[in-house]
């Protein structure tokens, strides 16, 4: 039951999400860089951890551009996010450093130039020092906008092939952002740089949409060999583009159907999350984290300098993200009524802020913050509301009608499978600074959602509504199960929380309370025989459709546990989602672990 260390969690799966860390000791050993880990690990959570193939492409890059044995880079899909991470870089080392910190963007080659193309790239390095590479790797981290890795294989395929090239420096290099890097012949059709298919209907692809059968044969294959190999059986990239339609409606709630992209391409039924609602209200980016970070962003460009507000105890990056870029910001990490009494006194007292960020539920202690009070305090001192919707999801509750957007994770429970990256931005039209937003948007937004990834994101996402009611139930019986024990510190669950109240103000007539909870011990011996005995896959991420287990805490927050606790969240905390397995299978599981916290001596 158990994959090995290192190994790719799922296992067997190119692109997985997560990576196995099986014991306390080997997240101890991950956190404190120990070879013995490090050495073995084949993948890693996207954010944390350079895919492979996107390492090996960036070590073309650089043997093509840099210095190999002195200079690595990081990789984005456009010259704006791109420069996000040249400016950060060139802001933390010396003038002199700076100034051989660059930005090399790749383009199509005259011979890939000729013919149309399906699928399209922007590659765009940011080249440094390697001892620079902690700092940028911040970026990559936080921002959540480098380069997926089915894109970087893409890319470096492209590139070996000669059909990517730098582009030298002239008068029109201003122009890169706008224009896409396509990549062999043999992948070609109509496209735009976006990864996706411009001009054609949402429901009914064109025969320009699609490459030729001869297409694939520049290098002896013929397409539908092409296609299997690349996309899996009947998986066309001319449905990129519809694609994204149908998960964009599925995340306004327009699509309540657990039905196939043609059916999920017809004219939505349901009223949606909000009134007025429509999947062009949503927007769809490389990560959650991204979409945090540019609505951060979008917020900064339309309203100005200003503060930002970080409520509850919150996902790491999120704070980061607000510390890091922009004026900083005013963190209540309790999320309590008192630091809602003290925000509001620094309100009344003239102090004004650019938008409030918080999750419902928080992670990983699962409180919900008071959203209505939130609410009415930002139409009355003029803020925005963000919130984070991704533990429990907009099936259990519904959020956005407090909130001015609404992010969330696509990676997780959506997706379910752990083999695709993604996040979504959600504009409420009924929201105060809803029009100020969609123009803003319209100005500054890139799609950067790699098609290969919304083929596959669509694809996981057709049964989400399924999925999440079994999850719901199977949560329920496992967190009873452990409420009951003695050998149970806590368990930290929105349905125990003394925050339940405001939780079940947000649920949908059918919403449950989600697939993640926590749990504490006694003591540190016990949370580690739990953690290493219980028989389920063990890694970064969330909502997957197998149970996924943490030491959460120690993987967050390994060089600041004093500071976590001082907000109540013991560093000893086991994280869970459940996933799709029988509730008796489950029960067994956990009992077993049980078994063995009962066994540590006292």
Request: aromatic letters at 10%; glycine letters at 8%; a negative charge.
């Amino acid at each position: 039951m158990l994959q090995a260390l290192g190994g790719p969690v799922p296992p067997n799966t190119d692109h997985a999400v997560s990576v196995s860390l099986p014991t306390w000791r080997s997240n101890i050993g991950y956190e404190e860089g120990e070879d013995w880990v490090i050495g073995k690990m084949e993948c890693g959570y996207p954010r944390f951890f350079v895919h492979p193939s996107i390492q090996k492409l960036a070590q073309e890059i650089v043997r093509r551009v840099g210095d190999p044995e002195s200079e690595t880079a990081t990789l984005f899909a456009s010259l704006k996010t791109a420069r996000i991470c040249h400016s950060f870089v060139v802001s933390k080392v010396s003038p002199e450093e700076a100034q051989k910190v660059r930005i090399v963007t790749f383009v199509p080659s005259q011979q890939a130039d000729e013919g149309s193309t399906t699928i399209t790239s922007s590659l765009v390095a940011v080249v440094y020092k390697k001892e620079f590479a902690s700092i940028a790797k911040q970026v990559w981290q936080h921002s959540g906008n480098g380069i997926s890795s089915r894109r970087g294989e893409f890319c470096l395929r492209a590139l070996e092939d000669g059909f990517l090239v730098e582009e030298k420096k002239s008068p029109a290099a201003e122009s890169l952002s706008q224009r896409p890097c396509k990549g062999p012949r043999r992948y070609q059709g109509k496209g735009s740089m976006s990864g996706i298919s411009r001009g054609s209907s949402a429901s009914t692809p064109t025969s320009t949409d699609t490459p030729s059968a001869a297409s694939g044969a520049e290098d002896g294959r013929d397409y539908p060999q092409f296609i299997e190999e690349r996309f899996g059986r009947n998986l066309s990239t001319a449905l990129a583009e519809q694609a994204k339609v149908a998960v964009r409606r599925r995340i306004a709630g327009v699509l309540t159907a657990d039905v196939e992209l043609p059916e999920a391409l017809e004219t939505a039924s349901a009223e949606g999350r909000v009134s007025g609602i429509s999947e062009e209200d949503v927007y769809l980016y490389p990560s959650g984290m991204s979409a945090i970070f540019n609505s951060h962003q979008n917020l900064l460009t339309a309203r100005g300098p200003l503060k930002s507000i970080c409520f509850g105890f919150p996902y790491t990056d999120t704070l980061k993200i607000l510390q890091k870029w922009g004026p900083g910001c005013l963190f209540y990490g309790h999320g309590s009524s008192e630091d809602l009494d003290d925000l509001e006194s620094r309100l009344k007292n003239g102090e004004r802020f650019l938008g409030l960020f918080t999750e419902a539920p928080g992670n990983p202690l699962l409180k919900t913050p008071d959203l209505v009070r939130i609410r009415s305090l930002a139409d009355q001192y003029g803020f925005a509301v963000v919130v984070d919707e991704t533990i429990s999801n907009f099936l259990n509750i519904n959020v956005l009608r407090y909130a001015d957007i609404v992010v969330s994770s696509l990676t997780k429970i959506f997706s379910g499978d752990s083999n695709v990256m993604g996040g979504s931005a959600v504009l409420n039209p009924q929201a105060p600074y809803y029009k100020l937003l969609k123009d803003t948007l319209n100005r500054e937004y890139e799609d950067l959602y790699w098609a290969e990834d919304a083929v596959f994101l669509e694809r996981n996402s057709r049964d989400f509504i399924g999925r999440i009611d079994k999850i719901n139930a199977t949560s329920e019986e496992i967190t009873a199960m452990l409420k009951a024990s003695p050998l149970v510190k806590e368990v930290y669950y929105p349905k125990y929380s003394p925050t339940r109240p405001l939780y079940d103000s947000l649920r949908t007539p059918n919403g449950g309370y989600g697939g993640l909870f926590s749990v504490t011990f006694h003591s540190t011996p016990e949370a580690i025989a739990f953690y290493d005995t219980l028989e389920v896959l063990k890694g970064p991420s969330l909502g997957t459709n197998f149970t996924l287990s943490s030491p959460y805490v120690v993987l967050a927050h390994y060089l600041e546990l004093d500071w976590a606790r001082s907000f109540n969240v013991d560093p000893d905390l086991v994280r869970i989602s459940v996933g799709l397995e029988e509730v008796s299978d489950l029960r067994g599981r956990f009992q077993r672990a049980l078994d063995a916290v009962e066994k540590v001596e006292k």
